[in-house]
């Protein structure tokens, strides 16, 4: 669990062309101020951001209202920066980071909705860390076509 943040923090500091994450939930626990001002700092240095969610077809019907503030905090900057791709899956349970072509990780850890507190209880988050160039890039293009395709509802 706790090798989860550091990976999600270094992606969100570091990234130079391209950064994916694709996650079932965004909560604000996790999409905050902090995470938002990394993300638009990203988005102006031309980074290609790409953030699939949504494990449903349909959006919950009661989200909390922090939650659904994070969704919309996320729609104003793919609004606002053509470079910023937030598509809702639909049908999603996969938890992938990919940050350039330094690594991919495919793994059980909800990126935009679990913190990975060291201090809380411990949960068992397993996943793989791709980290040559190829595998990242293959995983990368298999994935991408997702955010082309038309929405299969309304954000």
Known sequence: MADHPPLLEDALSNAKSRLMI?????KRKVV???????LERLLRNG???FVGYGITEQPTENPFAPDLAAV???QA?????????????GNTHAKVLIKDSD???ITSFNWLSFKGDPHRTFRDEQGTLLQV???VNQKFVELEPRFASPDPVQP
Do not use: H
């Not at 694709?22 to 965004?26: A, H, L």
């Not at 609004?79 to 899956?89: E, H, I, V």
């Open 32 to 38: 905050n101020e902090g995470f938002l001002r990394k």
């Open 77 to 89: 900057l793919a609004a606002k920066y053509p470079n910023f791709s937030l598509k809702r899956l």
């Open 22 to 26: 694709i996650s079932p939930w965004i």
């Open 133 to 135: 160039s190829e595998l």
């Open 47 to 49: 980074v290609r951001i």
């Open 103 to 105: 690594f991919a990780a």
């Open 72 to 74: 919309g905090d996320l």
